[in-house]
């Protein structure tokens, strides 16, 4: 038979080899894998590992990327949360003084922030063991053990909480409650003289006593094997979280319209065009809405459309005893 040079036949016909290589069907990557297997889990059994995010963390954001060395504030704002983070600084003893840490950031600090909170829930205390639980939580999340390139991310961005001043804020039409904390309030740091040394998690970090007080009461639960399909993306996270605090509390009945504006200035940093958010954010949602399939919600060109629903965690009485040492 004549053929091209193409490996195409002259009369348009493809190779049986051409033609098995494109039905069939491709290996999915590690992370739509993650996804399906988390979807299909959530589906068969209520979750038997509960992690919880603060309110106001679930309404605004951390940045999704590096915003810069030079970027030492961060504020965000949704409806009526507010969140603003400095950058702190930390002891270098191999210097002899202070150095600056950046802003936290990405999904790494997210799942950092659902963990701490997550154990000085179950725990009843500010004081949390850090070097076992979340080398756990990370092997929980990645399904394997973590490399050492992996580990010293996560190390970055504990280091970078630890050292930031945050400020949360809620308001009502006759006043507004803040608080002013760090988050973490003593911590050890270990700085190695060799990059290609093992890096070790602080034995323990201790949550503010403001904080792990507004925490107590206002904790969202979110399903662990969600939080772990999605530890790849910021915006799913941020996603995730919104929805889980968000529509169990529209009113049933009363669907709630956010237009794609306030949408963009929600998830959209940097995404300069609406509608390049728009197409990112639509295929988040589409990966969300696999790990909270209770969420009842629909998406046109105009915006999105919130339907009260049930949340991803059945509702649990939050019990934080108030023993421990905070400051």
Same mark, same amino acid.
């Given at each position: 038979?004549?053929?091209?040079? *193409?490996?195409? *036949?002259?009369f348009g016909f493809k190779s049986v080899g051409e033609l098995v290589a494109r039905v069939a069907p491709k290996r999915p990557s590690r992370v739509t894998q993650r996804l399906i297997d988390a979807s299909a889990e959530i589906a068969l059994s209520p979750s038997e590992q509960i992690t919880y995010q603060h309110t106001v963390l679930c309404q605004t954001g951390l940045p999704y990327r590096s915003p810069g060395d030079d970027v030492r504030l961060w504020e965000r704002s949704n409806g009526r949360a507010y969140l603003r983070i400095e950058a702190g600084g930390a002891i270098n003893p191999d210097k002899g003084g202070f150095v600056d840490l950046p802003l936290p950031f990405g999904p790494k600090a997210r799942l950092i922030l659902i963990h701490l909170n997550s154990e000085a829930i179950k725990t009843g205390s500010p004081e949390i063991e850090v070097e076992d639980s979340m080398t756990a939580f990370v092997k929980r999340l990645l399904r394997n053990d973590p490399n050492g390139r992996e580990i010293r991310t996560f190390k970055d961005q504990l280091s970078a909480l630890s050292v930031a001043t945050i400020r949360l804020a809620v308001t009502d039409s006759q006043r507004a409650v803040q608080v002013n904390t760090q988050v973490v309030t003593a911590f050890d740091l270990w700085f190695p003289k060799n990059a290609n040394q093992r890096?070790?998690?602080?034995?323990?970090?201790?949550?503010?006593?403001?904080?792990?007080?507004?925490?107590?009461?206002?904790?969202?639960?979110? *399903?662990?094997?969600?939080?772990?399909?999605?530890?790849?993306?910021a915006m799913g996270l941020d996603v995730y979280t919104w929805l889980a605090q968000r529509l169990h509390r529209v009113p049933d009945g009363k669907p709630q319209f956010i237009p794609w504006p306030s949408l963009h200035e929600?998830?959209?940093?940097?995404?300069?065009?609406?509608?390049?958010?728009?197409?990112?954010?639509?295929?988040?949602?589409?990966?969300?809405?696999?790990?909270?399939?209770?969420?009842r919600f629909e998406a046109d060109r105009k915006g999105m459309l919130l339907r009260n629903s049930a949340p991803p965690v059945a509702q649990r009485l939050v019990l934080v005893s108030k023993t421990g040492s905070g400051s």
């Amino acid at each position: 038979m004549s053929r091209s040079d *193409d490996g195409q *036949d002259l009369f348009g016909f493809k190779s049986v080899g051409e033609l098995v290589a494109r039905v069939a069907p491709k290996r999915p990557s590690r992370v739509t894998q993650r996804l399906i297997d988390a979807s299909a889990e959530i589906a068969l059994s209520p979750s038997e590992q509960i992690t919880y995010q603060h309110t106001v963390l679930c309404q605004t954001g951390l940045p999704y990327r590096s915003p810069g060395d030079d970027v030492r504030l961060w504020e965000r704002s949704n409806g009526r949360a507010y969140l603003r983070i400095e950058a702190g600084g930390a002891i270098n003893p191999d210097k002899g003084g202070f150095v600056d840490l950046p802003l936290p950031f990405g999904p790494k600090a997210r799942l950092i922030l659902i963990h701490l909170n997550s154990e000085a829930i179950k725990t009843g205390s500010p004081e949390i063991e850090v070097e076992d639980s979340m080398t756990a939580f990370v092997k929980r999340l990645l399904r394997n053990d973590p490399n050492g390139r992996e580990i010293r991310t996560f190390k970055d961005q504990l280091s970078a909480l630890s050292v930031a001043t945050i400020r949360l804020a809620v308001t009502d039409s006759q006043r507004a409650v803040q608080v002013n904390t760090q988050v973490v309030t003593a911590f050890d740091l270990w700085f190695p003289k060799n990059a290609n040394q093992r890096i070790l998690w602080p034995s323990t970090v201790r949550l503010s006593r403001d904080y792990f007080d507004s925490l107590a009461r206002h904790a969202v639960p979110l *399903d662990e094997r969600a939080v772990a399909a999605l530890a790849h993306s910021a915006m799913g996270l941020d996603v995730y979280t919104w929805l889980a605090q968000r529509l169990h509390r529209v009113p049933d009945g009363k669907p709630q319209f956010i237009p794609w504006p306030s949408l963009h200035e929600q998830f959209g940093q940097g995404y300069a065009e609406l509608r390049f958010f728009r197409r990112a954010f639509l295929k988040v949602l589409k990966a969300v809405h696999t790990q909270y399939p209770a969420a009842r919600f629909e998406a046109d060109r105009k915006g999105m459309l919130l339907r009260n629903s049930a949340p991803p965690v059945a509702q649990r009485l939050v019990l934080v005893s108030k023993t421990g040492s905070g400051s």
